[in-house]
């Protein structure tokens, strides 16, 4: 997914690797090392696939830049270092600035809002858009194509693209006094009642085809003789959706808003193209607060404060939608 | 049951004039790219160019001692630096963790598993320390350990699911043949996992091409920025000159869609289907 293009993946994928690890134990209990122990004895080379110190160099790469790096922002958080000399702890005197400070809190809001928002968004009209394009519909790859091409678009790009729709002498206003709306134009990026929800535009109008495909996907393994079925019992089409196709989605729906939760929380490219943060900080979010207070005024230890705030939120989202939708899909 | 009947076709039309509308954004890129100066700021937004030219595009290469090429350049060889890393290291931990099932390979399965969970912004900070402690920030090579290092917890699960669906016969055959571990993984087992390497290529080399965030903090304002950079320090330069910006993010689009055209398929299953595992 665009912005999808994410440096994180999903917790569903931790289920299915778990599982498949599990299995796999099973697979190769002691009875059945013994058996092939046993037929394997005439041949003298016995199988080593590779050997454990090839896997040294990714170990080393991901300890140093997954678990070192976090774990030291973590304890930067409760710290007030500049970057540069010493430090001294702060004990919570950074997570308490945070509360106290209207423009973090603020911050906070603006990323809750543009995931929770991006995600519901896009995953309506994505699934509204599969669902059209379902079957028997002639020109379904090449919509496909077209809508899932800003998914693969860098979202830096992008929000130039939409920076010119929303400006002042865009093609909106141009719109807009087309039609005689004059009084309605305005700077929709420099207006702080506005500025947010065309940030909300911009993330929806890029990952709609992600959740698209993803559900184009889902619809393929419904069954259509189970809806041929339910529709020969007289099930309309809106029964048919939600007894048959959607319980049969569900896993679908669970990969498709964990990513686009994930990679919502972490919105930072659009921000800082479309906005900068502002007007007077109405579009700030988390992660462009944490690059102004560290990279941007060198306040590294509020940055990590920050940081880690931004982290455990992603982590809470994540395993609590992966649990609801889990747990839902398990009771069908 | 499910044929062609004219509700269909209506559905086909609506989708269309809903993917025309979805596409607007793209009318608007391409009409004023090619517009010159005088008609950005003199006609409407909506109106087509009228003499289009590529003047826009010829002072955007040329402009800031060339910075947009030179974005461009680093952009290539930093991304293939990185799925070079992650496709070696990448596929070598993927067969450990999926072929053996010793203590250490174990360990390394779930030392994997849980960076994958990890998110990666509470380590930006201390990783730009480190970086400039050791000197790697503004350096190509810096940003190609750094890409591999956070990307590969990706390719080696990626990695490890294409070896679970392998059969173990060629390796056995090899080992028969007497092969030695090394020959049976690089000559064997790996060319048979071009399908992998591809999904590999794709998916963490869109990420890294377009990424933006690391490369601003680790590369910004360095020699060897990488395009995102690039195009956000100059169009910052530009105020409102809508044709040259647009022409700079015409240019950054074009290699992308090319691969997307050229490799549709691949990329919307590698895409959708890599990230879902």
Redesign the interface.
């Known amino acids: ?2 912005d ?11 289920a ?2 778990a599982a ?2 599990s299995s ?2 099973s697979d ?1 209990g002691p009875a059945s090392r013994t058996r092939r122990g046993a037929t394997r004895s005439a ?1 003298p ?1 016995r ?6 110190w ?2 040294l ?3 080393v ?10 774990a ?3 304890v ?2 409760f710290t007030n270092w500049s ?1 540069i000399g010493g430090f001294e702890w702060t004990g919570l005197d950074n997570f308490t600035r945070i509360m106290r400070e209207q423009a973090s809190l603020r911050a906070v809001g603006n990323t809750l809002l543009l995931a929770f928002g991006s995600v519901v968004l896009s995953n309506v009209t994505g699934l509204l ?1 599969a669902l ?2 379902n ?5 379904r790859h090449v ?7 800003p ?7 992008v929000a ?3 920076k ?2 929303f ?1 002042y ?3 909106v206003n ?2 807009l006094s087309s039609v005689g709306l004059d009084a309605w134009a305005r700077a929709w990026l420099g207006d702080p009642a506005t500025a947010l929800w065309a940030i909300l535009i911009v993330l929806v ?1 890029q990952n ?1 085809g ?1 959740a698209m ?2 559900y184009m ?1 889902g619809l393929a393994a419904v069954p ?1 003789e189970i809806e ?1 079925a339910a ?1 020969l019992d007289g099930a309309g089409l809106r029964q048919r959706f939600w007894h048959v196709v959607l319980p049969s989605i569900m896993p679908a729906v669970a ?1 498709s808003t964990t ?1 686009g939760l ?1 990679n919502g929380l ?1 919105v ?2 659009q921000i ?2 479309l906005t900068g943060g502002g007007p007077a900080g109405a579009t700030e979010t988390l ?1 462009t607060a ?2 102004r207070q ?2 941007s005024l060198g306040d ?1 230890g509020y ?2 404060a920050l ?2 705030i ?2 455990l939120i ?2 809470a989202l994540a395993i609590t939608q992966q649990y609801l939708t889990g747990a839902r899909h398990e009771e069908d | 049951m499910f044929r062609y009947t004219k509700l269909t076709l209506l559905r086909e039309i609506v989708l269309w004039i809903v993917a025309i509308a979805f596409l607007l954004p793209f009318y608007f890129l391409l009409t004023t790219a090619f517009k010159t100066d005088a008609e950005v700021y003199g006609s409407s937004p909506l109106a087509l160019p009228q003499s289009p030219g590529f003047e826009a595009f010829l002072d955007v290469l040329s402009a800031g001692d060339r910075a947009v090429l030179r974005g461009l350049a680093s952009s290539v060889l930093i991304t293939a630096g990185s799925i070079g890393g992650l496709v070696l290291l990448g596929s070598l931990a993927g067969y450990v963790i999926s072929r053996r099932t010793g203590r250490r390979s174990r360990g390394a399965y779930y030392l994997f598993l849980v960076a994958i969970l990890l998110p990666t912004q509470l380590g930006t900070v201390p990783l730009y320390i480190g970086a400039r402690a050791l000197g790697l920030t503004g350096t190509m090579w810096g940003m190609i350990v750094l890409y591999t290092a956070m990307l590969l917890p990706l390719a080696i699960f990626l990695y490890a699911g294409f070896f679970r669906s392998l059969g173990t016969e060629y390796e056995e055959a090899a080992a028969v043949d007497g092969a030695t571990r090394a020959q049976i993984f690089f000559r064997i087992v790996l060319p048979l996992m071009s399908s992998a390497t591809g999904t590999v290529a794709i998916l963490a080399g869109l990420i890294i091409w377009n990424d933006f965030f690391t490369s601003l903090i680790f590369l910004g304002g360095s020699e060897s920025q990488t395009l995102p950079v690039a195009m956000y320090y100059y169009i910052g330069s530009l105020v409102s000159r809508w044709n040259a910006i647009f022409a700079i993010v015409i240019i950054s689009m074009i290699p992308i869609l090319a691969f997307y055209l050229f490799a549709q398929k691949r990329f919307i299953t590698g895409f959708a289907g890599g990230l879902k595992g």
């Open positions: 997914m665009s999808t293009t994410t440096l994180d993946s999903p917790v569903a994928r931790i299915r690797e498949i690890t796999r134990e190769e041949r080379p199988l080593v696939f590779g050997s454990w090839w896997a160099p990714g170990v790469l991901v300890v140093a830049v997954h678990y070192v790096a976090t030291a922002g973590g930067f958080a970057g858009l059209g394009a079957r028997v519909v002639k020109t919509l496909r194509l077209l809508f899932f091409m998914v693969v678009l860098s979202p830096l790009a130039f693209i939409w010119f729709v400006d002498a865009g093609p141009a719109v109008w709609t992600f495909v993803i996907a259509g041929e529709a990969i990513l994930v972490r930072f490219d800082l193209a992660a944490v690059y560290a990279f590294f940055g990590a940081a880690l931004l982290t992603i982590l």
